[in-house]
C-alpha cells in the first residue's frame, strides 16, 4: 500500500497521525492513482486511427495539496495529451465539493504524452461517429472513460488532501541543453517549415528559441525531512515513444530515476513547459530518436539535471500561498459554411496518404472549431504565489516557447515556472510572428493571431498583483 493511500485509510478511521500546523505554516500532501485507458481503447497523438495494444508503463495523476491559513489548492499532472474542458471542469467542481478547495485554485494539467488514450476532440468524435454508424456501436470505447478519468481527478485531489502535513517548499532551477530544440525552421526558400528532417541541407537555421531552464519545487515533510514530492517543469514535448502500447514517455524515466534518489515515497510530478514550437530532434545528425530507449535517454539526463539541482535549491522561507485567475476571450479564427462543409468530406482522408498532410491538419482544425462555438475562445489563466520569490502560472494550450518566455522576463518573482495544457486542450497559441510564418503549428491553431499575446498579459498583470498583495 503507497503511503499516501495509508495516510488516508487511518485519517479515514479517525486516527489523525499528521502534526497541526502553527499559524502561517504551509501543509503539503501529495498523492497519485491510476488512470491508464481501457484496453482496445483509441489512442491520441497523431491523426491516423491507432487502437491500443498493451500497456508499457501505466499511466497516472498526481497531485500536491497546499494549505495556508484557511487557504488551499491543489496541482494535479496527468499521463495524458490533454485534458478536455469538461473533464477538468466536472473534477474540478466535484473535488471543491469533496475537500473545500476552490475550483477555481485547482489546477488539472496534462504533460502531453502522445500514447495515452484519445478521449474527446474532434477526431475522436469522427471515429466514433463512423463506427456508429458502419456498425450500430463503438467497439473501441465501451467504458465511458471520460467519467472514470472524473472520478480519480477528484480521487487523487481527495487523496493528496487527507494526506497534508506541515511542509517546507525549496524551489530554484537547473539548466538543460542539449535536449530540446525549436522544430521551426528558416529553409533556404525564404519558408518556415516544421520538423524539416535530419541533415536537410536547405535549412537555415532556427527561426526560435529554446527554453532551457529545469524548474523545480522540493515539497518535504517538516516532521522529519522526508521528501512528499518533486515537481519538474521543462518545455519539450512528449512525443519520444509512438507506438501503440500506453506509457507516461519520458516523465515515467524520470520518474523512475529520482525515486532511486529520494524513496518511492517521493511522487515525481512532471509540469509541461511552454513547448509548442520545442521537441527533442537533433536535426544535425542521422541518429534514430523515437521509442522507449529515446525515452529513457532524456528522462535519465532530465533526472540527473534534477538530482544535482535539488541541494542548491533555495528555502521557501516564508511561504505565502494565494490564487488568482483570470477568463481570457481569445478571438478565434473562422470559416465559411463552403470551409466546414469541405473540411467534413477531408475529414475521412485523415490518416491517409490521399490528402496532403497540412490539409489534414487544415480539415481536422476546421471540425474542431465547430466544438468551440461563438467568436471567442475562453482561456483560463491562473497563478499561483507559492511565496515571496516563487510562483506558478498555468496556461491553456500548447504554448509557443516564446511566450512562456516573456511571462519569465516580465515576471517580478525570482522564480516563476510556468506550465502549458492547464485545464483545457484548445491546440496550439503560436506568436503574432508564427502567423506570418506559417507552417503545420499555425495550421493546427485555433485562436486569431494576438491571442497568445493576451495570455501574456493577464499572466503578468496577475504576478504583479499578486506580488503587491499581501
Do not use: W
Not at 485519517?11 to 499559524?23: D, E, F, Q, T
Amino acid at each position: 500500500m503507497s503511503r499516501c493511500l495509508a495516510f488516508a485509510v487511518i485519517l479515514s478511521a479517525g486516527c489523525h497521525i499528521c502534526p497541526v500546523a502553527l499559524a502561517g505554516e504551509v501543509e503539503a500532501g501529495a498523492a497519485a492513482v491510476e488512470i491508464t485507458g481501457p484496453a482496445g481503447y483509441r489512442m491520441s497523438g497523431y491523426f491516423n486511427e491507432r487502437l491500443n495494444t498493451g500497456i508499457h508503463d501505466p499511466l497516472k495523476a498526481k497531485a500536491v495539496v497546499l494549505k495556508q491559513d484557511g487557504i488551499q489548492a491543489a496541482l494535479v499532472f496527468c499521463d495524458l495529451i490533454g485534458v478536455s474542458l469538461d473533464v477538468s471542469r466536472r473534477a474540478r467542481e466535484l473535488a471543491a465539493e469533496k475537500t473545500g478547495i476552490p475550483a477555481e485554485n485547482i489546477l488539472i494539467a496534462a504533460t502531453h504524452s502522445h500514447t495515452g488514450p484519445l478521449y474527446s476532440g474532434a477526431l475522436r468524435k469522427h471515429f466514433h461517429d463512423r463506427s456508429v454508424a458502419e456498425m450500430g456501436k463503438d467497439p473501441h470505447e465501451l467504458q465511458d472513460y471520460p467519467a472514470h478519468l472524473v472520478k480519480k481527478l477528484v480521487e487523487v485531489i481527495l487523496l493528496a488532501s487527507q494526506a497534508v502535513q506541515p511542509a517546507q517548499l525549496t524551489a530554484g532551477a537547473g539548466v538543460l541543453n542539449g535536449l530540446s530544440f525549436n522544430r521551426r525552421f528558416l529553409m533556404r526558400d525564404g519558408s518556415v517549415r516544421f520538423n524539416p528532417g535530419k541533415l536537410n541541407a536547405d535549412i537555415v537555421r532556427p527561426v526560435g528559441p529554446i527554453d532551457p531552464q529545469v524548474g523545480l519545487v522540493r515539497f518535504s515533510a517538516r516532521a522529519n525531512g522526508r521528501d512528499l514530492a518533486v515537481l519538474t517543469v521543462f518545455a519539450l514535448h512528449l512525443d519520444t515513444v509512438g507506438g501503440t502500447e500506453y506509457a507516461a514517455d519520458y516523465p515515467f524515466y524520470l520518474e523512475r530515476n529520482l525515486q532511486r534518489a529520494l524513496g518511492l515515497n517521493c511522487e515525481s510530478l512532471f509540469g509541461a513547459g511552454t513547448c509548442g514550437d520545442i521537441n527533442h530532434i537533433d536535426v544535425t545528425h542521422d541518429r534514430p530518436q523515437k521509442g522507449q530507449e529515446e525515452a529513457g535517454r532524456i528522462g535519465a539526463k532530465l533526472a540527473d539535471v534534477v538530482t544535482n539541482a535539488l541541494p542548491a535549491l533555495k528555502s521557501v522561507a516564508a511561504p505565502r500561498l494565494a490564487v488568482r485567475r483570470t477568463i481570457v476571450a481569445a478571438p478565434l479564427q473562422e470559416f465559411s459554411p463552403e470551409q466546414v462543409e469541405e473540411a467534413q468530406r477531408q475529414l475521412f482522408l485523415v490518416g491517409t496518404n490521399q490528402l496532403p498532410f497540412l490539409k489534414q491538419v487544415q480539415a481536422y482544425k476546421i471540425m474542431a472549431r465547430q466544438l468551440r462555438p461563438g467568436g471567442n475562445l475562453p482561456m483560463e489563466v491562473q497563478v499561483f504565489r507559492l511565496g515571496d520569490e516563487l510562483a506558478l502560472v498555468g496556461l491553456p494550450g500548447e504554448i509557443f516557447v516564446e511566450l512562456g518566455l516573456a511571462i519569465k522576463a516580465a515576471s517580478p518573482f525570482a522564480t516563476t515556472l510556468v506550465i502549458e495544457l492547464c485545464n483545457d486542450a484548445p491546440g496550439y497559441v503560436p506568436t503574432k510572428k508564427a502567423f506570418t510564418e506559417g507552417s503545420y503549428e499555425t495550421v493546427n491553431s485555433l485562436i486569431a493571431p494576438g491571442g497568445g499575446e493576451l495570455l501574456i498579459e493577464a499572466a503578468v498583470r496577475m504576478l504583479k498583483e499578486l506580488k503587491a498583495a499581501n
